[in-house]
Structure formats: C-alpha cells, structure tokens
C-alpha cells in the first residue's frame, strides 16, 4: 500500500504549491561543460515521512532529462507499474544557484516549480537530483546518467595524388 501512497506522490510529479511560481531567470551560475547533456534516469526513490514505511525504490524507471546551457531543459520520465506505464512530460527552464537546482514549467494545472538539490561527478557524469516534495520533509531522489554522446567521425579526405608525366 505504501507504493500506492508513493505513487499519488510520483503522481504529483514532486510538485510544489503554486504559489512558489516564479518566474525562472535564464542565469544559471558557472557549471562544468559536461553537466549541460542528456541524461538517462537511472534510479528513483520516494521519502514520504507521513508514515513509518522505509523509504521507496520506484521500479521500472525510464527516460531522459536533457539540461541546455540557455537554462531550458526537457524531462520525458516513465514509471512502469503493475497497474501500467505513467509518463511524465515536461518542458521548462532552470536555475542554478550553488547546489541549488529550481525547474520552473507550465502543465494543465498552470505555473509550477520544483525545487532541490543535485549533486553532479563529471568523472562517471553522474547526476542526482533531490527533489522537494510536500508535505515538507517528503522528497524525490533522482539517479541518473549522461548519455554517451561520442562525437560522429568525420570521413576520412581522400587524397589523390598527382602524378606529373616526364618528358623523354
């Protein structure tokens, strides 16, 4: 039953009260290159301190986050559950401020922000993101990683080589 609780939590997407909407700035403090990428999810566990129950590993967790360096970033998470898959769909802009992370996004029920924490390792370009839920105390804790994005070799140039006729 607890999962059940946990997913009206997942549900809710980790959404904050709408009168934490504010409007998101494109600045975003100095971050390493690398962070700005695509990034698989990889992991998800749900804190609901309104019971007892340890904390949930959500199963059957998918999808991507891409972050940009104009602030932009886009979300296309998937849960899969007994009852069937949950999409959770998302476009917006973000805000660095430290270790500070703050999604700010338009759904069907108007301006929303999330707010949190990440903790980034360019080494493995891995990234968690702690995600304040509600009631205060309840949060979201994201694992996920960089895509490999090699870039495309360039063809090979051939060379023809010119050979120059002698005169007898």
Do not use: W
């Not at 999810?41 to 904390?55: E, I």
């Not at 991507?64 to 998302?90: A, M, W």
């Not at 999330?114 to 309840?138: E, M, V």
Request: charged residues 15%; hydrophobic residues 35%.
């Amino acid at each position: 039953m607890a999962f059940f609780s946990s997913l009206r939590f997942v549900g809710g997407c980790l959404l904050l009260s709408p009168l934490l909407a504010l409007p998101a700035a494109a600045q975003t403090t100095a971050a390493l290159p690398p962070f700005y990428s695509t990034y698989h999810y990889t992991g998800y566990t749900v804190y609901d301190n309104t019971n007892t129950d340890p904390p949930t590993e959500v199963r059957g967790v998918g999808g991507s986050l891409t972050l940009r360096p104009d602030g932009t970033y886009e979300k296309h998470l998937s849960i899969v559950t007994p009852s069937g898959p949950h999409y959770f769909n998302q476009s917006g802009r973000f805000v660095l401020t430290g270790d500070s992370i703050r999604f700010a996004f338009s759904d069907l029920k108007g301006a929303d922000v999330q707010r949190g924490t990440f903790q980034f390792n360019p080494a493995n370009k891995h990234l968690t993101l702690t995600i304040l839920g509600y009631p205060t105390g309840n949060k979201g804790v994201y694992e996920l990683v960089a895509v490999d994005t090699k870039p495309v070799a360039t063809p090979a140039v051939l060379r023809v080589k010119t050979v120059k006729k002698r005169k007898h």
